[in-house]
């Protein structure tokens, strides 16, 4: 059995992760645990929020923990590192967004995580940052608009928001989660992160288009399907990539 650690920054994200690994890894036999981390660094506390232990057929065992902030995701990552190296994980993956940096530092903070690893043993980590914000996946998925409400035509969006899902490049746009709120905004609804809207959102998204289409019009979207790929390879992984 092969063990991965994902690391996230919000319940949106916990829940897209774990929605898009059951239906990416349906081949699979594979087992899904949730967890929340709360508290101040060094004194962190795990729940454990949906427990799915594997059984001796589980191929893939992978645990989602909720940091609950983006800042925390990387301190997160480096202070479990080792027990989850000690406990046979294969890697790490952390996402969180780059908002409220700027594009032109996402290099520089990719560097800057690295070179904190330096001198740390343990597993591969590879962070991923949304650009600007996780809600840009969501909008790039345009086909799910229409099924939250038929009025929702990338031509309609197009017309009132000077933009397009479908063919423009939602890592381009500044705030996706206000442009989310505003688009849903227009047929009486709102995006307000609760646990209950993020389900429907989700459960409205085309996994298939997205690994299809998608990827190739987000490239951190790409970077997390290449590294979940990599995982769920028969072969062993290259920790290069």
């Known amino acids: 059995m092969r063990k991965l650690a994902i690391f996230v920054e919000g319940q949106t ?14 081949q699979h036999s594979i087992s899904i645990e949730e967890a929340d981390m709360r508290g101040k660094k060094k004194i962190r506390t795990v729940t454990l929020i949906k427990h799915e232990p594997p059984n001796p057929e ?6 989602v923990y909720n940091s609950g902030s983006d800042e925390i995701v990387n301190s997160d990552m480096r202070e479990l590192r080792s027990k989850l ?9 952390g996402l969180r967004d780059l908002y409220p940096k700027n594009i ?5 903070l990719e560097r800057s995580f690295q070179s904190s690893l330096r001198n740390q043993p343990g597993i591969p980590i590879h962070l991923i940052f949304a650009v600007m914000e996780f809600e840009a996946w969501f909008l790039a998925e345009w086909t799910h608009f229409q099924k939250i409400d038929p009025r929702l035509t990338t031509d309609f969006i197009q017309q009132e928001f000077g933009f ?7 890592e381009n746009r500044p705030h996706p989660a206000e442009d989310l709120d505003l688009i849903y905004q227009r047929v009486g609804r709102c995006y307000d992160k609760t646990k209950a809207q993020v389900e429907e959102i989700v459960s409205n998204l085309d996994f298939d288009f997205i690994c299809l289409d998608v990827v190739n019009r987000v ?20 920790e290069t990539q």
């Open 13 to 26: 994200e916990q829940i897209f992760v774990r929605e898009f690994l059951k239906s990416f890894a349906s």
């Open 58 to 63: 589980t191929e893939f065992y992978i645990l």
């Open 85 to 93: 190296t000690n406990n046979g994980y294969e890697k790490i993956i």
């Open 104 to 108: 032109s530092e996402k290099a520089t």
């Open 164 to 170: 397009n899902p479908e063919i423009d490049n939602m």
């Open 219 to 238: 490239d951190q979207l790409k970077l997390f399907v290449k590294q979940i790929t990599t995982f769920l390879s028969i072969e062993e992984p290259d």
